[in-house]
């Protein structure tokens, strides 16, 4: 089955400087990769996705960049504000019939004032 | 929210009884799914369902069985609770029309002693 890795496990960063997480996948047919926003109590909220017929996403100052030859995928957060401290989690799915998700591990991102 | 509710909200309960979590929708979503979330691991598929009465298992599935017997209820039962199940479990539903997000529910904390 697919394997997502996702690092680093945590990166604290200062307010207003960028940040990026990055994850790698096992399973060259996945098309689909959604990161997800999960602050402290919350349920996981999706933030941005990327299908395989395209290298980059942005929205605002959220942008997701996939390399499907090396089979990896990154989120890069620019001008970082202290609400955007949460757990990120990156994941892979197959266009199969379930459209299962397999989860990264998860990024813990620390924004200082 | 995307009118996903789950309950209970937070459960205590004993080894050995067992368990029965609800996720209900409201938006007439075929596809539907129940995640572990534990330190470390990220979220984990359990189960999922396709439509009334389809289901299929997911990547943690021992320990659990799930019957959807209406398009708007998702049941995941644990037959006898250990500890090892001791987790955050959520629901989530898929939206269709060629997307593939997902969306979660609040969550339930299900504490086994």
């Known amino acids: 089955g697919e394997n997502v890795e996702q690092h680093p496990s945590t990166l604290s960063v200062q307010e207003g400087d960028s940040a990026v997480i990055k994850c790698t996948y096992s399973d060259s047919a996945s098309n689909y990769f959604p990161w997800y926003k999960q602050e402290l109590g919350k349920r996981p909220q999706l933030i941005i996705d990327i299908r395989s017929n395209v290298g980059e996403k942005k929205d605002q100052r959220i942008a997701v960049t996939l390399n499907k030859t090396a089979k990896h995928f990154s989120l890069h957060i620019t001008e970082t504000q202290p609400e955007d401290s949460a757990v990120y989690f990156c994941?892979?799915?197959?266009?199969?019939?379930?459209?299962?998700?397999?989860f990264g591990g998860g990024t813990r991102l620390m924004v200082k004032p | 929210d995307a009118g996903i509710t789950q309950s209970p909200r937070h459960k205590v309960t004993e080894t050995g009884t067992p368990v029965t979590l609800r996720c209900h929708q409201t938006?007439?979503?075929?596809?539907m799914y129940w995640y572990r979330q534990d330190p470390g691991h990220g979220l984990r598929l359990i189960h999922y369902s396709y439509g009334v009465k389809d289901t299929d298992k997911g990547e943690v599935s021992d320990g659990y069985s799930v019957s959807r017997s209406k398009t708007e209820d998702f049941l995941l039962t644990l037959e006898s609770a250990t500890s090892s199940q001791t987790s955050v479990y959520f629901c989530a539903i898929r939206t269709g029309g060629g997307h593939n997000e997902q969306f979660f529910g609040p969550g339930t904390r299900l504490t086994v002693l």
């Open positions: 994941a892979a799915s197959l266009n199969n019939a379930g459209n299962m998700l397999t």
């Open positions: 938006e007439n979503h075929r596809y």
